[in-house]
Nanobody
Framework: QVQLVESGGGLVQAGGSLRLSCVAS????????MGWHRQAPGKQRDLVAL???????TYADSVKGRFTISRDDAKNTVYLQMNSLKPEDTAVYYC?????????WGQGTQVTVSS
């Protein structure tokens, strides 16, 4: 089993920045993909960004140029640097990892952007 703990969420004004962190622990062997999804009230959970072992990144169009994902495999940690935040970025952000074909999810961290 893999456990994920997110941190760094909170309340910020539009135009501000936040940095989310997610630490993986437990039976870590080879995490192929690390990433973030988000879910706003009444909406489905959507991909925000992901990063592979090789460092290849993918971003949702809505966050390109504003968010940056990175990972530190020595610390089993994935980060999401969020700049130029907008009210529409308000959501619960969920960390996830894929290891040996199985997906693990964190509990989520709330990000609220006020206008």
């Amino acid at each position: 089993q893999v456990q994920l703990v997110e941190s760094g969420g909170g309340l910020v004004q539009a135009g501000g920045s936040l940095r989310l962190s997610c630490v993986a622990s437990g039976s870590i062997f080879s995490i192929a993909v690390m990433g973030w999804h988000r879910q706003a009230p009444g909406k489905q959970r959507d991909l925000v960004a992901l990063i592979t072992t090789q460092g290849t990144t993918t971003y949702a169009d809505s966050v390109k140029g504003r968010f940056t994902i990175s990972r530190d495999d020595a610390k089993n940690t994935v980060y999401l640097q969020m700049n130029s935040l907008k009210p529409e970025d308000t959501a619960v952000y969920y960390c996830y990892v894929i290891q040996l074909g199985r997906t693990y999810w964190g509990q989520g961290t709330q990000v609220t952007v006020s206008s």
